[in-house]
């Protein structure tokens, strides 16, 4: 009955995958879209996620193929839709092929979804969603709007295009993307700030009901509902005292999430969630040197920083760009985000409590959103600041997390643990 | 503390002047003019989509939400759709627009999105005045009122019946030549803003009691079937702006290029020059970029 430590993981890991695999099989085969290039087709579906900008297009989610339409009329998550066109085909990996249809024939056939009870609450998390974007929208000018409103709940419906060309030059594209990051600053900003008033307990426990309403105010998409069951599972182990605890919650909330839904895995919000998520497990009680200490900044900087040591290949192999001095520009603004984040909260709360204050406390937050504006403006139109690296092989990817594991485990503090 | 001092020394650095703002904004093939003087704003035309946005940002101090008028020379998708998202996101004290009806997705919104804001809608015709403080726009065009304001009021807004909007106004043949001309006058500064207009509105504007007209907004883009040599001739402008952006129909074209040319106006194009702001304090005037 006796195994060594060591083999009984590896069976149970190899488990794992072999179910992975198989889930993955099952999946693919259930939903692979046999489509040729420049079919014409017609679909008869409903839109699956929440339409969003991109230029003076509106494109539009519904089945897995993306629709890119006229900017109006606006069409909304739930509205069954009769759509005829030509389908572009794009694969981008063996498991990801993406389905285009360019300006085809639309015609919205129910207004609205009442059929399904779940489906009517996603519907109202989105109505939600969009009254509290449009809360800021009134009170700011761009792009401070759109950038709150990306930082805030994740979404970059309505971002100026040059301002986003700057975010990726300067290679701080990752604090519109909402993932586990967001929700490991709110409850770490939210905690320290009730420990003060509340004794632990329930500062955790107010907490977790803080990530909770984030993640019904970012309109709970999947990517943030994941997000927020890793980021609040390990937190909470982790400040319980329990270190290993939070690996293991981790590890295990990552793997019953890919059984679920084996196509995930090559989710960019998935991945970036999980990676930051096990940085600030794996990383952060490394990272002690003398900036740490300074009060308050410096442990922002160690919690970002531990994130972004995990993340940094998936966001370079994603995104393609490089920028020189981006550790510079993230260590100048990421250290606001927290204030931003609950400033921008007081403001969309008074949109729903008290709408004169919104304006005042709009004030209040304009003043660092423009900070971190007028700064990533002025880096993003450096031309040196960014190189574009084209295609980044995995090879590096690799290597980069290989030596990452090294670092990690030489440290005295795990070599024990193993 | 540290907030409080920063937002009463970014107030203090964002006080407007008391000069006038000519701006064309830079948002691609498609018009959105503001006109800022002191703490009132003016914006004509919305461009084709959001980036009008960042253009008020960037000539608004951050703590004005309102802008005084907006104008809509007239409803098609490259002078409107913007407005629809300026419409959403700051107040508007009142409309200026023809009551003239195009049947498109951007039009119905927009007509949604100016009802839904409550403000006064006036539909206007030659010889009136708007005045905002020191500033006054002349109207040249249309002659006469266009349309039925029933457009612009809620009769129909139950039903949300198109029809019954469209009975009262049915489309003109070529909304291009219904766009309202504005002359702005600010002390002996004077634009003249002319929407989309072709030859034959050209023709029939009234310019015999026209001051000497310094910036002229060049008609549709620089479509060579505006901006008439007699036209350009009667006016003589100083700067002649166009306000026009990648597109598939050659503007600005070589033939309107030309003719502005032979009358000795100086040129700036949105395209090639990114946003055109021309200041004046009543008397002298100057433009950006040099």
């Not at chain 1, 249809?101 to 989105?126: C, G, R």
């Not at chain 1, 586990?180 to 770490?188: E, K, L, Q």
């Not at chain 2, 999105?113 to 905002?132: D, F, N, R």
């Amino acid at each position: 009955m006796f195994m060594s430590g060591l083999k009984k993981r590896l069976l149970f890991i190899s488990f794992f995958v072999l179910l992975y695999l198989f889930r993955l099989y099952s999946v693919q085969s259930a939903d692979r879209k046999n489509i040729p290039d420049q079919a014409e087709v017609r679909i008869v579906a409903r839109v699956t996620q929440q339409p969003y900008l991109k230029g003076s297009n509106q494109i539009i989610n519904v089945n897995g193929f993306l629709i890119k339409t006229e900017r109006f009329p606006t069409y909304f998550y739930g509205q069954k839709l009769v759509i005829v066109g030509k389908v572009k085909k794009r694969v981008i990996n063996p498991f990801q092929i993406e389905f285009t249809l360019n300006y085809p024939a639309i015609q919205v056939v129910e207004k609205k979804q009442t059929l399904i009870s779940k489906i009517d609450l996603k519907a109202w998390l989105f109505g939600v969603k969009s009254s509290l974007e449009q809360t800021i929208e009134r009170a700011l000018p761009e792009p401070q709007s759109s950038l709150l409103i990306g930082i805030l709940l994740g979404s970059k419906r309505q971002m100026p295009e040059k301002f986003l060309q700057s975010l990726r030059n300067t290679g701080t594209i990752h604090v519109i993307v909402a993932s586990g990051y967001n929700i490991t600053v709110i409850a770490g900003f939210l905690i320290s700030g009730l420990v003060l008033f509340v004794n632990r307990r329930w500062a955790l426990i107010l907490a977790f009901l803080g990530i909770v309403a984030y993640t019904i105010m970012a309109g709970a998409e999947p990517p943030i509902v994941r997000a927020a069951v890793m980021g609040s599972l390990t937190y909470l182990a982790q400040l319980l005292g329990r270190e290993k605890d939070a690996i293991v919650c981790l590890f295990f909330a990552a793997t019953v999430m890919l059984l679920i839904s084996p196509l995930i895995l090559f989710d960019i919000g998935f991945q970036l969630s999980f990676l930051a998520t096990a940085g600030i497990l794996f990383i952060y009680p490394l990272l002690n040197g003398k900036i740490f200490k300074f009060p308050l900044l410096g442990d922002e900087l160690r919690v970002t920083l531990s994130a972004q040591i995990a993340a940094l290949p998936i966001l370079l192999f994603n995104f393609g760009q490089v920028s020189f001095i981006s550790p510079l520009i993230n260590a100048l603004v990421l250290p606001i985000v927290p204030l931003i984040m609950s400033l921008g909260a007081a403001v969309v709360g008074a949109g729903l409590l008290a709408k004169p204050l919104v304006q005042v406390l709009g004030w209040f937050v304009w003043l660092p959103l423009t900070y971190f504006v007028k700064l990533i403006e002025w880096f993003g139109q450096l031309p040196w600041v960014s190189f574009s690296i084209g295609e980044l092989s995995w090879v590096w990817v690799a290597g980069y997390y290989l030596l990452l594991s090294l670092w990690i485990l030489k440290k005295p503090r795990f070599s024990s643990s193993a | 503390m540290i907030l409080l001092a920063g937002l009463i020394w970014a107030t203090i650095f964002q006080l407007p002047d008391s000069r006038l703002h000519l701006i064309f904004c830079d948002v691609g093939q498609g018009d959105a003019i503001l006109v800022t003087h002191r703490s009132n704003q003016i914006l004509i035309d919305g461009g084709p989509d959001n980036r009008v946005l960042s253009c008020l940002a960037n000539h608004m101090p951050f703590w004005d939400r309102e802008i005084e008028l907006v104008i809509l020379t007239h409803p098609e998708a490259d002078h409107l759709t913007g407005l629809i998202d300026v419409i959403k996101r700051y107040d508007i004290t009142q409309f200026v627009v023809n009551s003239v009806v195009n049947d498109s997705a951007g039009f119905w919104e927009f007509r949604e999105t100016v009802l839904a804001e409550a403000a006064s809608v006036h539909s206007p015709q030659a010889k009136e005045e708007i005045k905002i403080g020191p500033l006054g726009f002349k109207v040249l065009w249309p002659r006469h009122r266009r349309g039925d304001s029933l457009v612009w009021s809620h009769f129909a807004k139950a039903s949300r019946d198109r029809q019954s909007v469209l009975g009262v106004a049915s489309p003109p043949s070529d909304i291009n030549e219904t766009s309202i001309v504005l002359q702005l006058a600010f002390g002996k500064f004077n634009a003249l803003l002319t929407g989309d207009i072709g030859f034959d509105t050209e023709e029939k504007l009234d310019l015999a009691n026209l001051p000497g007209i310094e910036v002229l907004k060049v008609p549709h883009h620089g479509s060579k079937y505006s901006s008439g040599e007699e036209f350009l001739a009667k006016l003589n402008p100083e700067l002649a702006v166009i306000s026009v952006g990648k597109n598939r129909w050659g503007h600005p074209t070589e033939e309107v290029l030309n003719r502005l040319l032979s009358v000795g106006a100086k040129v700036l194009r949105t395209d090639q020059d990114g946003e055109v702001e021309i200041v004046s304090d009543g008397k002298n005037w100057y433009y950006k970029p040099k």
